[in-house]
């Protein structure tokens, strides 16, 4: 991609959708700051043809605009890693914007370098979390480049946009506006606002797209098998097939059993909570898939150490903080972790769940000689007579010199007893 010869002005690289917001934009940073501006559009997935998007930022005034698409990158860069780290927010989220936005903003500072432009600049509101993503990752790979953010400063409504819009000949096509704030690329689609904003509210039909109602998902279960190395998806029944194509035959698949719905009410990092609704069929189905997995091929010790990395894990994510040494850290353990994680996972979509029922791997730490109660049982029963005297040995030690000394007898837990009294 060669940089553009027209304009003589400095430059911006302004991340652009197409949509009112970000069309608005283009005149409005070259008014207020003097500055070309050129448009950034990326595919990460979100089912968009970039080339209308492109000839609408032209006509709009910006003296070039750039398009990509990495949705390979953002699977196999991204997405895979966080999955291999098990990293969902508070449990639930499968952290696809929040993923999206990192790589973006990265993208986003390789063409201001191609471009010399000397500023970027982004559509967040002063109170989501991406604006947060995108501004630390600007300041920590380019901390050179100015950072604007026209939706925090002007105080446009929709209807002043639209004005704004019509006195620059900016084209607004006339649709019915949504009641819902939507974000969507490869690993989920996120809808807020509306009647979401209240939590007692049930979604509404009209707020999803990718899952069918559970109720009217097909009365015959789906099954599907996932092959995985070293943590890695890499085949879907039987086929191997590349993060791209897998992740969109799991999202078609599972969304048409209704799997993959999240209600979800989130701790924002900028301090409030919010109400988010989440569709990410191909996340849940993988996620479930891949921590089945894991407790064939993990120890113990590596698998509940696990869950702490995974919680740091997604929060940074979450916050904001993917280009940070914690993260490589945090990574390095991941990718040891998960050498072993490899097999296959058999899943059953059925009416809205995502069930493991069977799971294989040759790494496997599950014995059936050793579990097993029929013909062949191999653990060594009288070793666990004498593992149980020296398992309970300092408890029983600390009973006679300490609980049970002088005739007293052994207190239930103060909370229990003041249930009795």
């Not at 089945?292 to 990395?309: G, I, N, P």
């Not at 097999?343 to 000689?369: I, M, P």
């Amino acid at each position: 991609m060669a940089s553009s010869t027209k304009g003589t002005r400095d430059r911006v690289i302004l991340a652009y959708s197409g949509g009112l917001d970000t069309s608005v934009m283009v005149p409005w940073i070259q008014e207020k700051y003097n500055l070309d501006v050129v448009t950034f559009t990326v595919d990460l997935g979100q089912g968009e043809n970039l080339e209308p998007i492109k000839e609408k930022a032209l006509r709009t005034g910006a003296i070039d605009a750039v398009t990509m698409d990495a949705r390979n990158l953002f699977v196999d860069c991204f997405v895979w890693p966080a999955l291999m780290a098990g990293a969902l927010y508070e449990g639930k989220y499968p952290l696809a914007t929040a993923l999206g936005r990192p790589l973006i903003a990265k993208l986003m500072v390789d063409t201001a370098r191609q471009f010399n432009a000397r500023a970027v600049a982004h559509g967040c509101t002063g109170k989501g979390n991406d604006q947060v993503r995108f501004d630390v990752t600007f300041q920590t790979l380019a901390p050179d480049l100015k950072i604007i953010a026209p939706v925090r400063e002007w105080r446009m409504t929709r209807d002043e946009e639209i004005r704004f819009a019509a006195a620059h000949g900016i084209p607004v096509e006339a649709t019915v506006e949504s009641p819902y704030s939507i974000d969507q690329n490869l690993f989920g689609r996120s809808c807020e606002a509306g009647v979401l904003e209240d939590p007692w509210d049930e979604p509404p039909a009209d707020a999803f797209a990718w899952t069918v109602d559970p109720a009217k998902a097909p009365n015959e279960p789906a099954y599907v098998e996932i092959a995985f190395e070293q943590g890695r998806p890499v085949a879907l029944n039987g086929q191997t097939l590349d993060g791209v194509p897998l992740i969109e035959k799991l999202n078609k698949l599972g969304g048409d059993h209704g799997v993959g719905r999240i209600d979800h009410v989130e701790n924002r990092l900028v301090g409030i909570k919010s109400r988010e609704l989440y569709e990410a069929p191909a996340a849940v189905i993988l996620h479930e898939a891949h921590r089945e997995l894991e407790s064939l091929c993990l120890t113990k010790q590596a698998a509940r150490f696990k869950t702490l990395v995974s919680q740091e894990y997604a929060d940074l994510i979450y916050n904001g903080l993917w280009f940070s040494a914690f993260h490589q850290d945090l990574f390095q353990f991941v990718l040891s972790n998960q050498r072993f994680v490899t097999g296959v996972v058999r899943v059953k979509l059925f009416k809205g769940k995502a069930t493991v029922v069977g799971r294989k791997s040759e790494n496997s730490l599950y014995s059936k000689k050793l579990a097993t109660y029929e013909t062949g049982d191999q653990f060594d029963h009288e070793a666990a007579q004498g593992f149980i005297r020296l398992w309970g040995l300092s408890q029983q030690t600390q009973a006679r010199q300490q609980l049970l000394k002088g005739g007293k007898g052994f207190d239930l837990p103060g909370l229990l007893q003041s249930r009795d009294q």
